[in-house]
């Protein structure tokens, strides 16, 4: 079986993730493969709601674990693997599909990377990421209202109903147990450089 070197990303809504891996990918071009498990999301209809009827996506139960322990094992054994992107609020139709190659470098990044026993144990290395909550709350309400069709009102709603339990429950509380803390404020402090260097020292091992 093929030797992968696995790197849990995890931590709140909108603390830079998603930035984070496209800084990765650009000082290590070829080298990376990203699994977000924002691409297994369960379909709307599956989903829990809330005591109000509202959606929460915010739980571990909303996503499709089957399909993602499925994807990752053959993503981990070098098998490449092919999804359709979930949208949240956008119409079905609006979704594509993507392919993953499977590469040395496998990031997985999501709120729950260490919820899922599947994941978590096959980390070779684990990243949180935190950031002051005025400025997360700030990046997640421009990123819902310009990409996920969300109102204002229903993104307040969110983060005081859902985020900020969720963020409680199932992220906070594995801070302790990762590998790497890094914050990311204005800019990601020198535990980037860090992270760098370990991806840096991994793949001039597994090229001799």
Not at 37 to 49: A, C, G, S
Not at 86 to 96: K, L, Q, T
Not at 102 to 119: A, H, N, Q, R, W
Not at 187 to 195: A, G, R, W
């Amino acid at each position: 079986m093929p030797k992968k070197f696995i790197i849990g990303i995890t931590g709140g809504s909108g603390v830079g993730k998603t930035t984070l891996i496209e800084l990765l990918r650009k000082e290590f071009p070829n080298k990376i493969t990203t699994f977000s498990l924002d691409n297994y999301y369960l379909p709307i209809e599956k989903q829990q709601r809330d005591e109000n009827g509202i959606v929460n996506f915010d739980l571990p139960t909303a996503l499709d674990t089957k399909r993602m322990a499925a994807d990752f094992l053959k993503l981990v054994e070098g098998q490449d693997i092919s999804f359709s992107t979930y949208n949240f609020n956008n119409p079905i139709g609006d979704r594509s599909d993507v392919s993953l190659v499977s590469k040395d470098i496998l990031l997985v990044e999501g709120l729950f990377v260490m919820c899922y026993p599947f994941l978590k144990q096959r980390l070779d290395y684990a990243v949180y990421l935190k950031m002051d909550p005025d400025l997360q709350f700030e990046r997640r309400l421009k990123r819902d209202l310009q990409e996920r069709n969300y109102s204002k009102e229903d993104i307040i709603y969110q983060w005081k109903h859902h985020v900020l339990p969720a963020y409680n429950n199932y992220v906070l509380p594995y801070i302790d147990e990762v590998d790497l803390i890094i914050t990311n404020n204005q800019s990601f402090d020198e535990n980037i450089n860090v992270l760098i260097d370990k991806i840096r020292n991994v793949l001039s091992v597994i090229s001799e």
